[in-house]
């Protein structure tokens, strides 16, 4: 982040089908990529892959007990108390006894040699101190089964925006209580975003959530930003440098320093006969107020040549820091 140079890393292991839709997540410094689509359809299964080891290679996690979700992608996810709670998605009926509801898609059994898909509103949790799968008892105002949805955690909520449910593409907005599991839906204020799926939905405070882009059900591809608070139940919509560069089904998360970076996704109708406009651009949003320490390394390297026989005074982590950021500024100008 510092320099803003890609580097490849290859990872080993047992993670040998590509897929699409799946849900990755970082917990303590471990990868854990679940579900998804591939080309023999939906799987269940959950990887992870650790972040700090002398060499990256994936694991399945395949010793895990209790009854585990339904083969599905475009599901969301909630990560507390060293566990992920894992909510809706799009993919086949459960086997067994699953609690929440299942909403059967009928175009789904168009597709040849398919069992049929369809949307749940399923809850999973997987405790990664005791590898078990639960469900949890849930009480109040449930939201409809739903997928390409973005879920966010602000303290001991999991909220949840949108997605898609049928033919609709969602505005709603809900948070559940992740010790109580009770269930509550959000009053819907004048000002707020258009309904919407395959979205990102960002924490950037204690207070603040980050939604950008998506899919409307009109097809469009949207580059609005809004910012939710928490503690008005408020939507205000966010003035930003990257109105051309609509999105969705691209990922999302916060940086040290208040941004939201926004990375690949696809930026025209997934879902047309035109070929997919897919990403690798990096957006970068700027929610929070720079630091003074940012502040003060801008006017460095806006003064570099006046400055530079003073670098040698700086501490070395932040002189480090500015020759990263210098030699960035030299390979784009380059």
């Known amino acids: 982040m510092e320099s ?13 089908t590509s897929r699409s839709g ?29 972040l700090r080891a002398p ?60 069992p049929g898909r369809g949307w749940n ?26 997928a390409a949805h973005a ?22 907005l809900y948070y559940i209580d992740l010790d109580t599991w009770e269930w509550h839906e959000m009053s819907v204020p004048q000002q707020c975003p258009v309904g919407r799926s395959w979205h990102s939905f960002t924490p950037v405070s204690s207070d603040h959530i980050f939604l950008f882009g998506g899919f409307t059900t009109e097809r469009e591809t949207l580059s609005d930003a809004w910012l939710y608070c928490v503690s008005k139940n408020e939507w205000k919509p ?17 940086g040290p320093d208040g941004e939201v970076f926004v990375f690949g996704g696809c930026a025209n ?18 929610v929070q107020p720079k630091s003074l320490v940012g502040f003060c390394m801008e006017a460095i390297l806006q003064h570099s040549e006046r400055l530079s026989s003073y670098w040698d005074c700086l501490p070395k982590p932040i002189l480090l820091s500015l020759k990263q950021k210098m030699a ?4 784009l100008g380059s």
Request: aromatic share 12%; proline share 5%; with cysteine.
């Open 269 to 286: 109708n997934l879902l047309s006969h035109h070929r997919a406009a897919h990403s690798n651009e990096l957006l970068v949003f700027n």
């Open 151 to 172: 879920c966010a955690t602000v303290g001991n909520r999991g909220y949840v925006f949108g997605g898609r449910y049928k033919s609709y593409r969602l505005n709603d």
């Open 238 to 254: 966010f003035k930003h440098g990257h109105t051309q560069s609509p999105r969705l089904w691209h990922t999302a998360c916060s």
């Open 121 to 146: 509103n399923h809850i999973h949790i997987l405790d990664l101190e005791t590898s078990t799968w639960s469900q949890p008892i849930t009480s109040g105002n449930t939201p409809s089964p739903r």
């Open 55 to 114: 060499s990256l290679v994936w694991e399945e996690m395949s010793d895990l007990k209790g009854l585990p979700p339904s083969p599905k992608d475009k599901l969301g996810c909630w990560v507390q108390k060293n566990r992920l709670i894992f909510f809706g998605g799009y993919g086949y009926a459960a086997q067994g006894p699953h609690r929440g509801t299942f909403e059967y898609d009928e175009s789904s059994s168009l597709v040849w040699d398919s």
């Open 22 to 50: 799946s849900f990755g997540v970082c917990v303590d410094g471990v990868l854990y990529l679940f579900g998804g689509h591939h080309a023999r359809g939906n799987t269940n299964r959950i990887y992870r892959l650790p």
């Open 328 to 331: 960035r500024v030299n390979t």
């Open 4 to 16: 803003g140079v890609w580097t490849k890393h290859v990872a080993g292991g047992n993670l040998h």
